[in-house]
Structures are given as structure tokens and as C-alpha cells.
């Protein structure tokens, strides 16, 4: 079996690759850093001599590298897509970069919709597969301080969602799942220019771990965490103005 991994290099993307080896999937790592990719792959023969490594550095805020991602691969038969790639941007949405959020909405978004649609085409085909896409807890509100990011999860999720159910009304045996984390302990901080989370975080292997477990399981919406569940809970039951404030408050915290 061969399971495609974007976002691969680092965070829950690089523990999905580890997770899925020690599994003895074989793997197709796809990022923007070589030299990481190369890291890992060299990890994961060490540990993993059975597993077959291929890497791909792909910019996938492009439409052209996305769809030529998939030409490259299509003919290997993937069984997994995790479409896990993404980032996140801190700010007040005035004053936040146009070019960043664009940049992300590629990313997050259309980069997803792009391999999800492909992809779903040949397991459809196949009426087999497993199809994860990494959403946020962020997926089910709307996020001031992170207002486009949040926006970009929203997307995922539903769309995801919907996907689902689709399938589900055919009888296929195709398989999608929203991966919904809440703060994780990763290079996100970093990137997306905050300090620290508002909340505590788990580690980026639990819910690699976890993700995989449920997604097997054939879980749609997959929430790591007690802490995250009861966020993604209370959000259904909130009044809007509440909520909003309270989003917020909680990203003051980061900076």
C-alpha cells in the first residue's frame, strides 16, 4: 500500500509519515524543503528497511505544481492521501499581509480541493481509499486575530463533509475523513508569527497516532484531545457575539 503525504517535513505531517511506515505503508512525502524530506526519508529507512520512500518538493500554492503532483503520481495506485500542508497567519485582518493570505488560501485551500478532487476520482473508481484532510478545531468558528486562517479550515471541513456524504448515498467504500486538531506542538507558532497558544497543546505524534486510528475506524470528523472536543462542542451551542469575543481573547494570549 502507498499512502501520499503533503506537508510531510515537519509536524503532523512528518509524524503521519513515521506512523504510516511503522504500519509498513510505503510512502510519497511531499514538501517544500529537500533537504527535510530527505531527513526524514533516511529516518524512516533506518527504522522502517521495508518501507519504500519517495520524495516529491512541490510549492503547492501553485495550481500548475498541484495538478502536476498528481500526473507524477497517479500511476502508482495511492491508497492514502493525507492532504496535510498548510499554515496559519496572526493578526489583525487591516493590517495582515494580502499577499500572505492569498498565498494561504492557495495552500489551505485550493491546493486541497485540487488533490481531493483528483485523487477521489480514481478511488471512486477503484471504490477504495482513505482520504484525510487536515482541518482545525478552528473549522467549526470564526477566528478574529486569525480571521482567514480560521476562513481556510471552515472550507476544509465542510467541504470534507459534504464529500462524505456523497459517497456514503452511492454505498462507496472510499473512505474521507477532517482531521480537527486543536494547538499542537509544532513549527506553527512560528510561521504563523504568534508566541505562544492560548491553550495547552498536545504533541504532533498523539494526534498523528490518533488521526490514523480513527480515520482506519472510518470516523468523518476526527478531534484529537478532551480539551479540543469540548471546544468544538461548545461552539455549536454559543451565541455568536459570545463566541467571537471569546475567540479572541483566547488569541490575544499568543502575542
Known sequence: MIALITGASSGIGRELAKNMASRGVNLILVARRTERLLQLKQEIQYNCSNVKVKTITADLSREDRCRELYEKVKDYNIDFLFNNAGFGLYGDFI???????????????????????????DFARRDFGYIMNTASVAGFMAGPLFATYYATKNYVLQLTKAIYEELRSKGSKVVISALCPGPVDTEFNTVAGI????????????????????????????????TTKAAAASSRFAPTKLLLRTVRTIQEQKN
Open 195 to 226: 508566541k505562544k497558544f492560548g491553550m495547552p497543546t498536545v504533541s504532533d505524534a498523539y494526534v498523528a497516532d490518533y488521526a490514523v486510528e480513527r480515520m482506519l475506524c472510518g470516523d468523518l470528523v476526527i478531534i484529537p484531545g478532551v
Open 95 to 121: 493590517h495582515t499581509s494580502l499577499d500572505d493570505e492569498l498565498n494561504m488560501i492557495n495552500v489551505n485551500i485550493k491546493a486541497v480541493h485540487i488533490l481531493t478532487k483528483l485523487f477521489l476520482a
